[in-house]
């Protein structure tokens, strides 16, 4: 199930992380990340924006996840996510990412992924 929306307006795709409150990362953001990137491509746009609904753009990734894996298999899980982090850094459009609240960890990787961050104020990063 993707926790994300995608959204066409003219000629930029708009990805919002949807999966409040706090847009934790697990592998239907993660995901629907990808394919909004894939999507945007294919239709042409010339911009993306990424942004979040609820009072927080990321809180990072899911802990749950890592709850029943080793150590090996979590570091593999981490490392699917490398080739996300590398199209939005290699996107043939500027990428923004629009941020709010708390922007951390895999959050933040995101933002910094991106061409341009604007952020709220009282935006917090770690």
Do not use: W
Not at 3 to 32: C, R, S, W
Not at 38 to 46: C, I, P, Q, S
Request: with cysteine; charged share 20%.
């Amino acid at each position: 199930m993707s926790h994300t929306k995608y959204e066409a307006i003219g000629d930029v795709a708009v990805v919002t992380l949807a999966n409040p409150p706090a847009n934790l990362f697990d592998a239907g953001i993660t995901d629907g990340l990808a394919e909004g990137l894939r999507r945007a491509r294919t239709e042409g746009k010339r911009a993306m924006v990424i942004q979040a609904d609820g009072p927080i753009f990321s809180g990072g990734a899911d802990v749950n996840l890592f709850a029943e894996r080793t150590a090996v298999e979590a570091r593999e899980m981490f490392e699917e996510v490398l080739p996300l982090i590398g199209a939005i850094e290699d996107a043939p459009f500027p990428v923004i990412a629009a941020v709010h609240g708390l922007c951390l960890a895999a959050g933040l990787e995101i933002a910094l992924a991106a061409d341009l961050v604007i952020a709220a104020e009282g935006t917090r990063f770690a």
